[in-house]
């Protein structure tokens, strides 16, 4: 079965630090790895996708992901936070031999970027 | 703007009602799919209909419902409510139901059962 794990329910990071929020997975086959972002009343926003190619993913905003099949992880990263960043964060997993095209969600991770 | 729209924004009702949320997806897509989030059970997929036909689902209880009509919008309907289906729900569509496609995501109905 597939599933997802985001380890830090809170993750505080200073204005201009590098951020990263953590994710790691579990698939029977290749994984399909997805970052979303939740702001206060609004809907999920796609950052960005991992399918096969490149370990390291570039996204909307300025974010990026590393890819680590040896870690199964795939953590999500910013050289430098914005205020504007806080929000929740969702890792998402799809596991093509189980047949479904939806996505699995991590717990979320609430990101909180101090001015 | 994702270009998903989700209708009512919020809906409040009683226990044992039934109600219907009600999703248009962005121009184009033929996919959408409907999730619930929830305090206690965090996000989680209920079912997905790609070009009017259900195509995948997920963690749905039998007394909720959904279908997709041929302009493409879909409508998920709750019934014999209580309190536990309190929630968020989310509508996404995707350009197709492959595997590939990112979902985009309507801003969500609340609902509220009493």
């Known amino acids: 079965a597939q599933s997802v794990a985001q380890p830090e329910d809170q993750v505080n990071v200073a204005e201009g630090n590098p951020l990263t929020v953590k994710c790691t997975y579990s698939?029977?086959?290749?994984?399909?790895l997805f970052w979303y972002v939740q702001y206060p009343n609004r809907g999920l926003q796609f950052l960005l996708k991992?399918?096969?190619?490149?370990?390291l993913v570039k996204g909307s905003y300025g974010f990026e992901a590393e890819f680590n099949k040896s870690q199964t992880s795939f953590h999500l990263k910013k050289p430098s936070a914005l205020v504007s960043d806080s929000a929740l964060y969702f890792c998402?997993?799809?596991?093509?031999?189980?047949?479904?095209?939806?996505?699995?969600f991590g717990t979320g991770t609430r990101l909180t970027v101090i001015p | 703007d994702s270009g998903v729209t989700q209708t009512p924004k919020h809906l409040i009702t009683a226990t044992g009602q039934r109600v219907t949320l009600r999703c248009s997806p962005r121009?184009?897509?033929?996919?959408v799919y409907w999730y619930q989030q929830s305090l206690d059970q965090g996000l989680q997929f209920l079912i997905q209909?790609?070009?009017?036909?259900?195509?995948a689902k997920g963690n749905i209880l039998e007394r909720f419902s959904a279908q997709q009509f041929p302009d493409l919008h879909s409508e998920l309907n709750l019934s014999s409510l209580e309190l536990g289906d309190s929630a968020l729900y989310f509508c996404?569509?995707?350009?197709?139901?492959?595997?590939?496609?990112?979902?985009?995501f309507g801003p969500g109905t609340r609902l509220t059962v009493l």
């Open positions: 209909y790609y070009n009017g036909e259900e195509r």
């Open positions: 991992y399918i096969t190619g490149d370990n």
């Open positions: 121009s184009g897509d033929l996919s």
């Open positions: 998402a997993v799809r596991d093509p031999p189980a047949g479904a095209n939806n996505l699995f």
């Open positions: 996404a569509s995707s350009i197709a139901g492959g595997i590939y496609n990112e979902q985009f």
């Open positions: 698939v029977s086959g290749n994984p399909y």
